[in-house]
């Protein structure tokens, strides 16, 4: 190789991207990781706070309401259920800004393990698919967990205190006003609300705190997206990860399966080994149209690559045939690992 093309690959080599003309090296491409870096560390501080607001109604409600039931014999203690029913609304708007936190979380937690990490610790190189991930993330947002889930979340995190404070205050209200209740079959029959008796009342109630309380057990604890824990509680929260199921969705690419048909298989599969970093598998087939030999290649890649091969082919080959279909699951290397056996 002469000294002019060794030249011209470290100077291809060194752009990161190009667009109309212009250029993208390595140097530019770190600043704009970095400035995109602390974008999202913006927007992930923003839902915090607004998760935090949500918090302080609650707070405020149930101060509130507290200080009203208990201030007179007279007043009604429904009024705790129906703050109860406003908790429970903030617990719901709180889950779902609690996703968004979360998304956001997750792409600056990527960001630092593979990214910024990587430049930190030998070999000082990110793993293969971090950007695959963080691409997959801005082409198509998917939240890391269900509503389910960040609702079991955020009453572990914060409303199980408010909501039990809540209900032993019910329960006060009914034992002590208007006057002490002398056995327990006097304060389920205080709690009927209207036609509805006091027995019903209280199961709804046990009912409902008894499935948040299996949210927030199921729901494990949200190690993906960089919490920070003791390292007994992060193997704990491994195996609650494990057993969650649906409940702890892992954000995970899009896995296609390119069938090549070429007369030029040996550059088109050297170029995607090379550029897109996949394997490729070449089988001999014949056009039954025309009787000519073609190499058929068989190549496994996530979603946001496909684009790259698309290009690559039509350089290498413009006369190839294309086939990119949906992979049911992909497992080898580079994608999911083999499962253990039982």
């Given at each position: 190789m002469t000294e002019q093309t060794e030249s011209l690959s470290d100077e291809q080599g060194a752009r990161a991207w190009t667009f109309r003309g212009g250029q993208l090296d390595l140097a530019d491409f770190a600043t704009a990781m970095i400035h995109f870096y602390r974008g999202e560390?913006?927007?992930?501080?923003?839902?915090r706070t607004r998760l935090d607001t949500t918090t302080n109604w609650a707070v405020v409600t149930v101060g509130g309401a507290l200080t009203?039931?208990?201030?007179?014999?007279?007043?009604?203690?429904?009024?705790?259920?129906?703050?109860?029913l406003l908790v429970l609304t903030f617990l719901y708007i709180e889950a779902r800004r609690y996703r968004y936190y979360a998304l956001w979380s997750y792409r600056v937690r990527l960001?630092?393990?593979?990214?910024?990490?990587?430049?930190?610790?030998?070999?000082f190189q990110p793993s293969a698919d971090w950007a695959d991930l963080l691409a997959e993330s801005l082409l198509r947002p998917t939240f890391p967990l269900t509503q389910w889930k960040a609702i079991g979340l955020r009453f572990r995190r914060t409303y199980i205190w408010l909501i039990t404070l809540l209900l032993v205050s019910w329960v006060g209200k009914l034992a002590l006003h208007p006057a002490t209740v002398p056995d327990v079959a006097t304060a389920v029959e205080r709690a009927a609300v209207g036609a509805i008796p006091g027995a019903w009342m209280m199961a709804a109630v046990g009912v409902v705190y008894g499935a948040l309380v299996a949210?927030?057990?199921?729901?494990?604890?949200?190690?993906a997206w960089g919490e920070a824990l003791p390292q007994p509680l992060r193997r704990l929260a491994t195996t609650f990860q494990r057993a969650a199921g649906p409940l702890a969705p892992k954000p995970r690419l899009q896995e296609r399966m390119a069938t090549i048909i070429t007369s030029r298989g040996k550059k088109v599969a050297s170029r995607l080994m090379e550029e897109v970093g996949r394997g490729v598998t070449a089988l001999q087939g014949t056009g039954m149209y025309t009787g000519e030999v073609r190499d058929v290649l068989l190549c496994a890649m996530t979603d946001v690559q496909t684009g790259h091969l698309r290009e690559i082919v039509h350089q290498a080959d413009p006369h190839a045939f294309v086939i990119v279909s949906r992979a049911a699951e992909v497992r080898g290397w580079g994608f999911s690992a083999f499962d253990a056996p039982s």
């Open positions: 560390i913006q927007r992930a501080t923003t839902w009203f039931s208990f201030s007179a014999q007279q007043n009604p203690h429904f009024v705790l259920l129906l703050v109860l960001m630092e393990s593979e990214f910024l990490a990587a430049m930190l610790a030998p070999p949210l927030a057990v199921a729901a494990g604890m949200p190690t």
